[in-house]
């Protein structure tokens, strides 16, 4: 079975990191581009990063540069999105997403179930 689950969510104070994992079973992760996104209650969703699969390289949604890096270890068949300096605003479900193709906004082949994160005092 082909998926994708996300894991590390929970509930920080402002200010704190959290390391999200997405790992894939019964594909392998070197040859797609993985995208992060969240989703606000009563907002649409947005994507938060991406990683290409060729070159690594990462992009980022202004709201998140400075303080979110992405990562990828194929070895693990895992991606992580390294998420410091958390604010409220911050606060969503996330979603990882795989395409074997190249990052963009909306057309993805797998996505994971999500995982909530909660940044609160």
């Known amino acids: 079975q082909l998926q994708l689950v996300e894991s590390g969510g929970g509930l920080v104070q402002p200010g704190g990191s959290l390391r999200l994992s997405c790992a894939a079973s019964?594909?392998?992760?070197?040859?797609?581009?993985i995208g992060w996104f969240r989703q606000a209650p009563g907002k649409e969703r947005e994507g938060v990063s991406c990683?290409?699969?060729?070159?690594?390289?990462?992009n980022y949604a202004d709201s998140v540069k400075g303080r979110f890096t992405m990562s990828r270890d194929n070895a693990k068949n895992t991606v992580y999105l390294q998420m410091n300096s958390l604010k409220p605003e911050d606060t969503a479900i996330y979603y990882c997403?795989?395409?074997?193709?190249?990052?963009?906004?909306?057309?993805?082949?797998?996505w994971g179930q999500g995982t909530q994160v909660t940044v609160s005092s």
């Open positions: 997403a795989a395409v074997a193709g190249v990052c963009n906004e909306v057309l993805y082949d797998y």
């Open positions: 019964g594909f392998t992760l070197d040859y797609y581009a």
């Open positions: 990683i290409e699969s060729i070159g690594g390289s990462t």
